[in-house]
T-cell receptor, first 115, second 108 residues
Framework: DADVTQTPRNRITKTGKRIMLECSQTKGHDRMYWYRQDPGLGLRLIYYSFDVKDINKGEISDGYSVSRQAQAKFSLSLESAIPNQTALYFC??????????????FGPGTRLLVL | QKEVEQNSGPLSVPEGAIASLNCTYSDRGSQSFFWYRQYSGKSPELIMFIYSNGDKEDGRFTAQLNKASQYVSLLIRDSQPSDSATYLCADYGQNFVFGPGTRLSVLP
């Protein structure tokens, strides 16, 4: 079974709709992240959480919100979707593994299309 | 704000050649860097990290860091068609800051 799962894997929605992307992990990591990826722009950080009571904005948090329901679950919501939120969304978890450096593990991604 | 720059490519090399992927970063205080490989439509997967000046080797991969020039590179020896992917460079500080990636194509 995959260590980091994302649901749904693909989603088409309309402008103005509220949608939620979910992420679950079985790795036991405290740190979880949401990124979006757009062609030519790489991965950009939306929100991150270092534990259940800790939520932090990333580089591009406007138009998004998150919920850390448990250590294993981190959800991303688009309150009112707009077409420029069409992107590939990745959840990631991390631990302080290699030589004490944080190592990230990515989920399979959710492809979102906003019409 | 930190920035990481990479040539988007595509970088094309023949099978068996050395592929050289480059990355520059804006924060002179940055210490640690990661290289990820991402196949089309898939999630990034870690190749290796480097935090000391000089070279670090892992199998066919060598990462090079030059802090004075704010330059990180990844060399792939004996390139294979299966190495064809996008390679992401990331600057690790408080969080990861990713470059846009370089698309590598290894031609049989």
């Amino acid at each position: 079974d995959a260590d980091v799962t994302q649901t749904p894997r693909n989603r088409i929605t309309k402008t103005g709709k509220r949608i939620m992307l979910e992420c679950s992990q079985t790795k036991g990591h405290d740190r979880m992240y949401w990124y979006r990826q757009d062609p030519g722009l790489g991965l950009r950080l939306i929100y991150y959480s270092f534990d259940v009571k800790d939520i932090n904005k990333g580089e591009i948090s406007d138009g998004y919100s998150v919920s850390r329901q448990a250590q294993a679950k981190f959800s991303l919501s688009l309150e009112s979707a707009i077409p420029n939120q069409t992107a590939l969304y990745f959840c990631a978890t991390s631990d302080l593994g290699l030589a004490g450096l944080e190592t990230q593990y990515f989920g399979p991604g959710t492809r979102l299309l906003v019409l | 704000q930190k920035e990481v720059e990479q040539n988007s490519g595509p970088l094309s090399v023949p099978e068996g050649a050395i592929a050289s992927l480059n990355c520059t970063y804006s924060d002179r205080g940055s210490q640690s860097f990661f290289w990820y490989r991402q196949y089309s439509g898939k999630s990034p997967e870690l190749i290796m990290f480097i935090y000391s000046n000089g070279d670090k080797e892992d199998g066919r991969f060598t990462a090079q860091l030059n802090k004075a020039s704010q330059y990180v590179s990844l060399l792939i020896r004996d390139s294979q068609p299966s190495d064809s992917a996008t390679y992401l460079c990331a600057d690790y500080g408080q969080n990861f800051v990713f470059g846009p990636g370089t698309r590598l194509s290894v031609l049989p």
